[in-house]
């Protein structure tokens, strides 16, 4: 029931009195419930607590670059001269020996970068010929083999007399998976080679989960 309000000198009813008891009683139960069930979980509200701090601390966003790799080529093997490129098939690119930087989440072995971390990945790369006319390809597979017959071309780009090249594309991976960079001569086209001058570059960058 509703407690009425009083004024000075009236007398309060019993009911009143009971009614307002009861409802202290009541309040009183269970705010010494609410104390137990907070006092048994404190550890846990603790955790709670210091996860949300944590996560306020971070960067907004996925934290994309967290996982970054970069190699380019030594730039010191006699004339600069690198790899032969020809046929249409396609030859993985191993000019990738040296890091930029410190790698993470990712490596590379004999041109072949490695994915440590699930997710999407921005993957690019360019290379520097010698010379010559041929119409020259390349691209970016999602493998590990010495050709790069058969297999699927993300970012493949192709030109006549093209000094430097370049290609990219987005790719999802699962940890453990690799990447390569293949490049070829099509329409039958003279060979020609890779120029070494820190200008072939392979680059994996995490985007995110």
């Not at 407690?3 to 009143?16: D, K, L, M």
């Not at 490695?114 to 690019?124: E, K, M």
């Not at 050709?147 to 006549?160: Q, W």
């Not at 000094?163 to 293949?182: E, I, K, L, P």
Request: glycine share 12%; proline share 3%.
């Amino acid at each position: 029931m509703a407690i009425p309000h009083v004024v000075a000198g009236e007398v309060a009813r019993a009911a009143e009195q009971n009614a307002l008891i009861d409802l202290v009683n009541a309040n009183t139960n269970e705010l010494a419930d609410h104390e137990t069930r907070i006092t048994s979980n404190t550890s846990a509200i603790t955790s709670q607590g210091n996860r949300i701090t944590t996560l306020e601390g971070k960067p907004v966003g996925t934290n994309a670059g967290a996982y970054f790799g970069q190699w380019t080529d030594n730039n010191a093997q006699g004339n600069g001269t690198g790899q032969t490129i020809s046929g249409s098939d396609g030859v993985k690119i191993t000019e990738f020996v040296s890091a930029v930087g410190t790698p993470t989440g990712c490596s590379i072995s004999g041109g072949t970068v490695t994915i440590n971390q699930a997710g999407l990945w921005l993957v690019t790369v360019s290379l520097q010929y010698t010379a010559g006319s041929s119409v020259r390809a390349l691209w970016l597979s999602q493998s590990n083999a010495a050709s790069g017959a058969g297999l699927a071309k993300f970012g493949s780009v192709a030109g006549p007399s093209m000094d430097v090249q370049s290609a990219s594309a987005f790719m999802r991976f699962t940890a453990g998976q690799q990447v390569s960079a293949y490049a070829a001569i099509w329409q039958s086209g003279s060979p020609l080679n890779i120029w070494r001058a820190r200008s072939n570059t392979i680059t994996v960058a995490w985007l995110g989960p």
